[in-house]
Structures are given as C-alpha cells and as structure tokens.
C-alpha cells in the first residue's frame, strides 16, 4: 500500500498517476493475478488477488462475477469536449491503480495535502475488483443538444430504451451521461472504488445515482454454483459463460461489422432495478412460485426435469398441460421464444431501508445485462416477458439505463479514447 | 438442510417448531460450533460455523461481530399481549433454527403450501448468525395507553433519549416497539433472517424501518484487528472486547442491583444512524483530519504516540498545544472526561442510493452500542460529543432508538419471558 515507501513523499499527483500507468504495463495476459500488494484482514484470504483491469476488453464483464457490487451513474457537468476525455484519462489511471490493490496516492503523503484516496479500503489488497465504465445516450445528445460534438458518432444500437408495459421507473435513479460499474470480493472496496472516482470527477461531473448490491445472482463462470435470488430460486442456471468465447462474440462482443468503429471490442450494459413484491409472492404456494418461475425451487431443475443443468423441455407435458406454463418466466425468456437470442446476465440482489408507512421490504434484484445490440436481443426478450410473465405479478421495474461500454484500454491510453479519435 | 430428509415431509408447522425447539436443546456451552448443516459455496469455508442462540445472554453482544448486518425494527398492530407473547415464542423458536444454519421449515414441503422459510438461505449454512432481540419504550406505553399491561414493568433505564445538539432525526427511521438485530458473515443470511421473522409476524406486527449493514466497524475481539470506518479512519481501537469479563458485567451487562428483575443479563440497546457529509472531509488536509479524530490515519495511534494500541494520552503536547486537541473526538469520547464510563460498540458501515439531485454519497456509520445504562452512559458521551465535537462538521446523525435487550433463553422458554412473569 505503498505505507513504508518514503520515496513516494513529494510525489506531485501527476507523478503518483505516471506511476499507476507503469504499475500496470508490467502485467498483460492472465487477467487474475495474486495481488502483490496490500494484507488480509483474514477471512478472504484467495480474495486478495486482482483480475488485470488493462486489456483488450474491460474487465468486469466476462470476469466471474465477485459477491459485491456498488454501481454508479454520473452527469457530465462541464460543457467541454476537452474536461470530459481530462477525467476519462484520470479514471483511466485511478482505475488501473485501484483494481491492482494499490492506494491511488501513496500514503504518508504530506500532512497539509488533500489526501486524493479517502483511505477507507487500505489493507483491503485488489479483492479482485474490476472497474467498467460506460457511456449513456445523452452523452452524445440532450434535448437536442450536441454538447461535446459527439452526435456524429453515437451508435445506433445506443438507442434509449422504450417504455415497457407496468414499469414504474423514476427518473432520478435512472439513466446518466456516465458510469462506472465495481465489483469486488468486498464491499468497501467496491465502495471506495466508486468514492474515489466520485472525487476525481469534481468539476467535470457529478454523481446522479448508485446502486450497492450483494451476492452474485447469476454464474458467469463454469467455476461457480448458480447462486439463489432473493425469491428463493437458482438464477442464471443457462447463463452465457465468460469462458464461452462464441457465444461471448456471437451475443456479447460489439463486432467491427456492427458499425460504430470506435466500439468493437465493447459491449451495451443495461442496468434494471427490479423491486420483488414479497407480500404477494410470500403468501404463493411452493407449487404457484415453481409455475411462476418454470423450475424446481430446491433444486432448480426446469419444471418435467430433475436435475439444474438438464435441458428446458417445453414440450414437456404433465397431467396433459405443459410441464412449464405458458406464462412461466423461463419460457417466456428462452432462446427458443427470442429468435434463439442470449444476452450475459450479471446482477446482483439489492436491500434498502423499509419505506416509511409502509412495511414493507425493499429489495430485489439490481440486474445487469451485457449484449452486442440491446435492439435485437434486450428489447424484444423484455417486451415479451412485460406483456405476458407470470412473475410481473412479484415484481415492479422502478430504474432503468443503457450505457454503450466501449472496448479495453492498454497502458498509456485510456478508456473511450476511440470515441474521440 | 433436511433436503433430503423425507421423514420431514408432511410435518405440521408446530411440529417443524418443535422440531427446532430439539435442535437447540442438545448444544449448550461453547458458543462457536461447526455447522452440521448446510454446504458451502467455497468462497467462505469456515463462515459455516454456528454460534449458539440459547444461552444466559442473548448472542450478537459479547460474541465476536461478523461482517454483516441487518437490523429490523417492528410496530406491534395487535392490541393483544397474549398476541405479542405469541410472536416472541415463534421468533425465538424460528431463530434458533435460523442461527442453527438449518431451514425454518423443512424442504421439501407439501407442494400447495405456502413455504413458512423464504428459501433465499438454502446451501449457505449457518454464517455465524446472530439474532438479538429488543423492546423499546414504546412497548410499555404509547400516547398515554399501556397498551399490553406493561407500564409497571418499564425499566427506569429505558426512558426515550433526549434530542442531542445539531441532530437531524427522521422520526419514520426510528424507534420501534421491538427489534431484530441480525448479524452474519453473509449478507443473504442476515437479510433471509429479518425476512422469515418479519412474514412470522405477519398479523402480530410489522416492519417499521430496516438498516443493512458491512463492514463491522468496531473490534468487539481480541482476535479481530481494527477495521476502518467510511471515513478511512481505524474505529474502535479502544472498544470493550467481549472476551473482557469484568468490563462486559460493569459496563454492559445489566445485573441484579439495577432493579426490573426481568433485564438482569441483558442490556440496552442504542442505533444511531451517523451519515458522514464526505463534501467537506474529502476536502479536509490529512492534518486536518487526523486532529478531527484525534488519531493518525494509518497507523491508528493516538496523536503523540506510534502505535496504534498505544494509550492514549491526553496530556501529551506537540509544539506547545496538546497533541489532540481538545475538540478531537478521541478526546471527548474518551473515559478520562466520561466519569470513567465505556459502552461497548458494535456499529456497521452503510451505504445507501445516492439523494436525487444531490449528488452526495449517502453513506455512513450504522452506530451500534451496548451498555448497562444509557442514562449514565450513552447520553452524556454523546451530549458533550453534540456540543464540542470536532467530527459535527462531517457527520449528521439522522436515526435514533433505543431498545432493552433482555437475557438470552434456555431451550423451552422464549426472548423476553421474564417480563410476562
């Protein structure tokens, strides 16, 4: 953590960041790396390790998913091209500084500075956390305005999303010109990741809403069980797998054909706050909650199966019905019913503070998916599961963004730098 | 889990209820046991383990702090005390099992029933969970209405906290007739605990506010290092550590002589909700921090000495003024000027969506402590920290109760029999 070395007294801020950037050209391939630095606290020992944040591809997307989450969304508050790609380059620099378990500034620094990292996640190591930034449509565009001359290059596939029948979304948690996705084995270093960039934007952007979220709710790795969600139920049994490399560039990975140059090798992040409406959904029948969903709750088998991984029959039958309901949600969201369409899902459960009167919980899933084209894959799946799913019944969609990730970044250069060559 | 378990199947309610009621009974004396149930997911191998919920003294108060929280607080809506005696029975035989790593209900279960455990638990195992049981004032007297026949039996110590100097109170966010403090390695396993008592409640009471929590900010084990606070400061340095028998029977555990029978071998409970205002601290010189706290911000030594279980002393001198200054929190936080009184500390780091419009981090300190008396405790640290401490210009507490936490239970009896007797 850079605690014992008194070289790093003096350094200018400038100098700390050229630091971070040499720190991170060392390393290339392998993306999980034991952290060097930093020491366990003792109860994640393995956790210590960091997943290389520079890359052809961000990290945080086909990396396994780590436990915690805390997600971010800015607006850019500066009306200059220039202040805008000025904090790129730094989140670049604090980014790859953070996710190698490193303190963005060295610390003793001197006592009259402004310490630039806020110190909360020191001794913590890299705990594999990953940083994904990504870019909304009012980037390239609000209210008519080109702001940063970018119009010109917005993808078409970075089309804000329609409305979707019974959503309930509120604008303020939705949406943002910016954002910042950090996972990470624990959650105040996911936190402090997004504390420090929230800093570095000072004068450039603000923060417009964030997200803390817990346990993983779907596998993004053949290496991890499939998780349960806060209904109770395995979710993400037929996710897409990171190690699946077509289907990653079948479903996932923005193509050069794709258009929009700048944004091969990326991918489109929507993020959904989905509320699970316990009291109904508590008072359903073990029977009723396994039709809503299409499988097993125990063991997670699709419903006419016995084991999880075996394979979603839909024509199965029982007693002369489908063994899955027509309305289940598994159906409903099959590859089979979507043109054969996948996306990688990756979110995460949220919990908040009760709201007041009203007694009841506010948690759910904050799901996050990742796919090549949101109008072809995304979009339609959603609006088939709003019109007919028999889990709208347990669930309300209160947020919503789309942010266009661009591809990775290699040492010396800096996220989106492609969007603005 | 009892999944396998097909004796299980067809068990009435009452019979799974006495079923846990056994499970308890054969553990007595050491309070940390392997789990017998449950099957890890890898990333947290020895979280399995069970702390003992039957006992002299309720578990979560001298038993080390794990690094979860949620806390739930609860209105009775029944008029009736044989109703609320009711609800503390269920509760206690729910969290006996809940904390034993087992399901409250076992799966699987009569396929039209409605499933009595929520199920978002499974395969996790017991994660060190705690459940802490408390009632506050309100309980033993609401609007002038002894509204169960309890107002004799208030204990003097349970009188509503006073209003404090420059605090920010959401009356919605606070207090509450009864609570639920859940403590465990997982996040899913303490929410699912909250979750499972609240539907137990259903008709009997409802939730009135809920905190989530990580990151234990207090040591409360000699085996724990100090962990650091939002603030990136280390917090808790100085606490009382469970394994302190004589300071636990002085300073937390209610005894005999105090008076109220029923509360000997238990304590009483203060939350504090503490946002910290990062706008300004993230702005502060590291100097200027440290003399906010009183302690250096790396090593967590008391400014004037070097490490950070050096006593602290505040005679010290730096330069012809005091070392900590006379405004730092260390110091009026600090038995010397406190007529010798400790509590015992036990809070959790939050972080909550970000206010719309705002563009401020909500987040904090969850303030949790224990102690004997918060009369002669509580409310006067915390009425000379209200008037001089140099922290009030970063922090804001926004969420106060107070509950007393009876003794613990003995298999067979239930939380809080002692006030019915």
Redesign the interface.
Known sequence: MG?GDSSAKGLTRRGALAGAALFGAGVAFDRVLPSGEGKS????GD?LERVEFYGSRQAGIATPSP?FL?F?AFDVTSGSADDLRELLREWTLAAAKLTAGGEYQP?????????TD??????HGAQRLTLTFGFGPSLFGLDGADRFGLAGRRPVALTPLPRFTGESI?P??SDGDLCVQACA????VA?HA??VL??LASGAA???????G??RTSSTSRDQ?T???????KDGTNNIRGEEEEAMERFVWVQPQDGSAWMAGGTYLIARRIRML?DVW??????G??RVIGRD??EGAPLGQREEYDAVDLEASRGGEPAIPTDAHIRLASPHNNDGQRILRRGY?Y????D??S???D?GLFFICFQRDPERQFVPIQRRLAASDALNRHTLHTASALFACPPGVEPGGFIGEGLFA
Chains 1, 2 share one sequence.
């Open positions: 605690e606290d003792g109860a994640q956790a436990e805390h971010a610390t003793p620094l001197e006592a009259e500075a402004v310490p806020t110190g909360e996640a020191l001794g509120d303020a948690r084995e624990n959650p105040q936190f997004v504390h929230s800093r603000t923060l417009r809403w964030s997200q803390a817990f346990g069980p998780p349960r969600n806060l209904m109770g139920f316990f508590d008072g359903t029948s073990l029977e909650q396994e709750k125990v459960s919990s908040e503070p009760t007041p009167g007694g009841q919980i948690a």
